[in-house]
Nanobody
Framework: QVQLVESGGGLVQAGGSLRLSCAAS????????MGWFRQAPGKEREFVAR????????YYADSVKGRFTISRDNAKDTLYLQMNSLKPEDTAVYYC?????????WGQGTQVTVSS
């Protein structure tokens, strides 16, 4: 089992930055590909970004490409999401996930609110 705990969310003005972290326990993260997802009020959860187990390959949703950067530190069993140039439409609960063939493990989420 893998336990994931997100942190780093908060309230920020449009144009600002936040860095989310996702700390893992139970098993080393180096075996898993990982991703960030988000869910805004009244909307379905959507994909934000993913990263391969080695960290060499990343992929982003078009809505965040060029503004967000996903990274990982396998030595620390931690996943990150650097979010720059934040927009009000980025407001959501952000979740990290880990898995091998699918996303089997999920965190509890951290709230990000971007004011205009």
């Amino acid at each position: 089992q893998v336990q994931l705990v997100e942190s780093g969310g908060g309230l920020v003005q449009a144009g600002g930055s936040l860095r989310l972290s996702c700390a893992a326990s139970g098993r080393t993260l180096s075996h898993y590909h990982m991703g960030w997802f988000r869910q805004a009020p009244g909307k379905e959860r959507e994909f934000v970004a993913r990263i391969s187990s080695s960290g060499q390959t990343t992929y982003y949703a078009d809505s965040v490409k060029g503004r967000f950067t996903i990274s990982r530190d396998n030595a620390k069993d931690t996943l990150y999401l650097q979010m720059n140039s934040l927009k009000p439409e980025d407001t959501a609960v952000y979740y990290c996930a880990a898995g091998q063939n699918s996303y089997d493990y999920w965190g509890q989420g951290t709230q990000v609110t971007v004011s205009s």
